[in-house]
C-alpha cells in the first residue's frame, strides 16, 4: 500500500499513545496483518526503540518479506502466529512508551507552567541537552498550552510558540532533526497562527512558508498533520483577504478530515468557511456552513468550538439583517458563555450585543455599548479589536453627520492604529478624518478604506 488513503491514521496514532478502544485497535492490527512495513516501521519508530530504549528496531516488524508472507492467503499458520507474537510485544511496548511519556509529562509540566506564565523567559537554560524526549514533552506541551490561551490571552499565545519554535529549532542545529521532524512543522503551524492573531501578517506568512518547507521534506506526510497545517493557514489567507484562497485550502483540508473521520476537525472547517463566505458576499451559503459544522461537533468536543461556531452563526444572522433573531440567541447563549467562555469569547460577544443594540435600540444606545465595548478592549491591551469598535463607532458618527464625535474618533484612532504599524495611508486617511468636515458618502469611503486596511477578520483565532 502506496497510498497514504488507506491507512488509519487516526487509529495507528492511538494505539501509540495507549487510547485506541478495541474497535480502532482491531483494525490498526489488521492493517499492519495486510502487508504494510512502512505503518509498522513508523510505529517503531513513534515508540522510539531506538532513542527510548536503546535498542535495535524488532526485525519482525520491518522485515517486508515477512508482511508479504503473512499477507498471502496460503500462508502458513506459524507466520500468523509470529506476527501476532510480535503484535503483542508491540502492545507491551507500547504500554510501557506510554507510561515514559506520561511520567515525562508530569516532569516538565511545572515548567512548561512557568514559562507560559512568564516567569521563566529562555526554555533552553532548564533541559536536559541530552534528553530528546524532555525537550520534546516541553515542546509539545508549550504547543498545547499556546493552542489553549487562543481565545483567552493573545499573548500568551504567542509567547508559548516562540518558545517551542526555540526547542525544535535548538534540536535541529544538535543533529536530532529525525525525532522532531513532524513536530517541527506543527511547531513552525501554530507559531504562524500566533503571530497572524496578534496581527503580524508578514511574521506569520514567514513561519507557514517554514512549515510548509518542513512538510514536504517529510519523507512520509500524516495526512491529518498536512491538515491542520492547510486549515491553518487557510486563518492567514482570510486575514490577508485572499479569499479565494482561503476557501481552496479550507476544502483541502475537508477531504482529509472526511477521510479519517475528524468531526470537530472538520466542523472546524465548516465554521471558518462559514465566516470567509460571509465577507464574501455569500451569507445564505455562509449560514448553510456553520449550521452543518456546529451539528457535526461531538459531545467532546472544545467547548470553545462551539461557542465560536454561535458566534460565526451570530456574524451572519446580524450580516442578513435578522438582528430580533439574534438578540433572542444571544439571550438563550450569554449565560453560557459568562461561564464558561475565555476572555476573549466573552468579549467578542459583547461587540456583538452591542452590534445588535444599535439596531434594535438606536443610534445612541448602540453607541454607548459601543463604546463600553471599546473600553474593555482598551483595558485589555487589545489594539487591533479597540481599532474595529472604533471603526463600527466612526462610521454610526458619519452616517448621523455628528461631525465633532467623529472628528473626536478619529483622533483617539490614530495612536491605536500607529501602535498595529499600519501603512502611512491609513494614518492619512485617519487625519483627514480627524481634521477636515467631509460629506457623509465621502466619510463613509474613508472608513471603508480602513476596515479593508485593517482586516475584517479580527474576530477569528481559531
Known amino acids: 500500500m502506496n497510498s497514504m488513503r488507506e491507512h488509519p491514521i487516526v487509529e495507528l496514532d492511538r494505539l501509540i499513545r495507549g487510547s485506541a478502544s478495541k474497535a ?7 492493517h499492519l ?3 504494510c512495513p512502512s505503518c509498522a516501521e513508523r510505529i517503531a519508530r513513534e515508540v522510539g526503540w531506538e532513542t527510548a530504549r536503546g535498542t535495535a528496531l524488532p526485525a519482525d516488524l520491518v522485515d517486508e518479506s515477512a508482511w508479504h508472507r503473512a499477507r498471502s492467503r496460503k500462508a502458513e499458520r506459524a507466520d500468523a502466529e509470529r506476527i501476532e507474537a510480535v503484535l503483542e510485544r508491540l502492545s507491551v511496548d507500547v504500554a510501557s512508551w506510554v507510561e515514559d511519556v506520561r511520567q515525562e509529562a508530569r516532569g516538565t509540566a511545572a515548567l512548561a507552567e512557568a514559562l507560559a506564565e512568564g516567569k521563566l523567559s529562555n526554555p533552553l537554560e532548564h533541559l ?3 534528553s530528546v524526549r524532555q525537550r520534546r514533552s516541553l515542546c509539545e506541551q508549550l504547543i498545547e498550552r499556546s493552542i489553549a490561551a487562543r481565545q483567552e490571552d493573545p499573548k500568551v499565545t504567542l509567547r508559548c510558540a516562540e518558545m517551542a519554535m526555540a526547542i525544535a529549532d535548538d534540536a535541529l542545529a544538535d543533529g536530532e532533526a529525525a525525532q522532531f521532524a513532524e513536530l517541527r512543522v506543527r511547531v513552525w503551524s501554530e507559531l504562524g497562527n500566533a503571530r497572524r492573531i496578534s496581527n503580524d501578517l508578514a511574521g506569520s506568512d514567514a513561519a507557514f512558508a517554514k512549515a510548509g518547507r518542513y512538510l514536504d521534506e517529510l519523507p512520509q506526510c500524516d495526512p491529518l498533520l498536512k491538515a491542520e497545517y492547510l486549515s491553518l493557514l487557510a486563518s492567514l489567507r482570510d486575514y490577508q483577504r485572499r479569499m479565494k484562497e482561503a476557501l481552496t485550502l479550507l476544502r483541502q483540508a475537508a477531504v482529509i478530515y472526511q477521510r479519517h473521520g475528524s468531526d470537530d476537525a472538520m466542523a472546524k472547517v465548516l465554521i471558518k468557511e462559514a465566516s470567509i463566505l460571509a465577507k464574501a458576499g455569500e451569507v445564505e451559503q455562509g449560514l448553510q456552513a456553520v449550521w ?3 451539528q457535526r461537533i461531538g459531545p467532546d468536543a472544545d467547548l470553545s468550538l462551539v461557542m465560536s461556531g454561535i458566534q460565526n452563526l451570530l456574524h451572519l444572522m446580524i450580516d442578513r439583517g435578522a438582528y430580533g433573531e439574534a438578540a433572542h440567541l444571544v439571550d438563550a447563549v450569554e449565560p453560557l458563555y459568562r461561564r464558561f467562555a475565555g476572555r476573549m469569547l466573552g468579549l467578542r460577544l459583547d461587540w456583538l450585543k452591542a452590534r445588535i443594540d444599535l439596531e434594535t435600540k438606536g443610534p445612541e444606545a448602540g453607541v454607548r455599548s459601543l463604546e463600553a465595548v ?5 483595558d485589555h491591551d487589545l489594539p487591533f479589536e479597540t481599532a474595529v469598535v472604533s471603526l463600527d463607532l466612526a ?32 494614518i492619512g486617511i485617519l487625519a483627514t478624518l480627524r ?3 467631509l460629506r457623509q458618502e465621502a466619510a463613509l469611503t474613508l472608513i471603508e478604506r ?3 486596511g485593517l482586516g475584517v477578520a479580527a474576530f477569528q483565532p481559531l
Open 450 to 452: 480602513l476596515r479593508q
Open 435 to 437: 481634521a477636515v468636515s
Open 24 to 30: 480502532e485497535r482491531s483494525r490498526a492490527i489488521r
Open 395 to 426: 462610521q454610526v458618527f458619519a452616517s448621523t453627520g455628528d461631525t465633532v464625535r467623529l472628528h473626536e474618533t478619529a483622533r483617539q484612532m490614530i495612536p491605536i492604529f500607529q501602535q498595529l504599524d499600519v501603512t502611512r495611508d491609513l
Open 33 to 35: 496483518l495486510a502487508g
Open 292 to 294: 452543518s459544522g456546529l
Open 128 to 130: 536536559d541537552a541530552k
Open 374 to 378: 471599546r473600553q474593555r478592549f482598551l
